[in-house]
T-cell receptor, first 112, second 114 residues
Framework: KQEVTQIPAALSVPEGENLVLNCSFT??????LQWFRQDPGKGLTSLLL?????REQTSGRLNASLDKSSGRSTLYIAASQPGDSATYLC???????????FGSGTRLSIRP | DGGITQSPKYLFRKEGQNVTLSCEQN?????MYWYRQDPGQGLRLIYY???????QKGDIAEGYSVSREKKESFPLTVTSAQKNPTAFYLC?????????????FGSGTRLTVV
């Protein structure tokens, strides 16, 4: 059974720091992995989508990597800003389950 | 701009009442999904539909019902059989099951039992 874990559940860092959010999954049989951002009381905004054949994707200050063999993905945020404060969720499209499975998210707080 | 519209943003339900949450998309996506989100928990799949007039139960379908009469619309009804309906509900859509394309989400509906 595919399980997706995000650790830590919460993270607080000062503005300007580079940081890494982690996502791990138990079954390497995935089609893709997607990182989302969720602001309080809002829906999910897609940040990056990595296909199973890709190693990384970049968008602005964000870089997501994927290592299927070890069941890990990281979201790297460069030069963090207070506006980056949100909950970040990763989701894998599991080929065995034929659906996407979400992690519980990391709540990120950037201190000015 | 294409996207997913959920309404209302806030909804209050009395005990024993059925309520319907609206989800409309203009992305021409084939598949649509309903998720429930509770504080501190991940998203849980309620129902999904990959084609008009067809839908499947997700992990927590009890107490909910859906219809898919149009490609653009996938309303969710929270029935009186759902004993703990207070939660944040999110609708999503994708192209043919989302393989390779990812999911697009609406802005959510917060349902509260009063």
């Amino acid at each position: 059974k595919q399980e997706v874990t995000q650790i830590p559940a919460a993270l607080s860092v000062p503005e300007g720091e580079n940081l890494v959010l982690n996502c791990s999954f138990t079954d390497s049989a995935i089609y893709n992995l997607q990182w989302f951002r969720q602001d309080p009381g809002k829906g999910l905004t897609s940040l990056l989508l990595i296909q199973s054949s890709q190693r990384e994707q970049t968008s602005g200050r964000l870089n997501a990597s994927l290592d299927k063999s070890s069941g890990r993905s990281t979201l790297y945020i460069a030069a963090s800003q207070p506006g980056d404060s949100a909950t970040y969720l990763c989701a894998v499209y599991s080929s065995s389950a034929s659906k996407i499975i979400f992690g519980s998210g990391t709540r990120l707080s950037i201190r000015p | 701009d294409g996207g997913i519209t959920q309404s209302p943003k806030y909804l209050f339900r009395k005990e024993g009442q059925n309520v319907t949450l609206s989800c409309e998309q203009n992305l021409n996506h084939d598949a649509m999904y309903w998720y429930r989100q509770d504080p501190g928990q991940g998203l849980r799949l309620i129902y999904y539909s990959q084609i008009v007039n067809d839908f499947q139960k997700g992990d927590i379908a009890e107490g909910y019902s859906v219809s898919r009469e149009k490609k653009e619309s996938f309303p969710l009804t929270v029935t009186s059989a759902q004993k703990n309906p207070t939660a944040f509900y999110l609708c999503a859509s994708s192209i043919v099951g989302g393989v390779g394309y990812g999911y697009t989400f609406g802005s959510g509906t917060r349902l509260t039992v009063v």
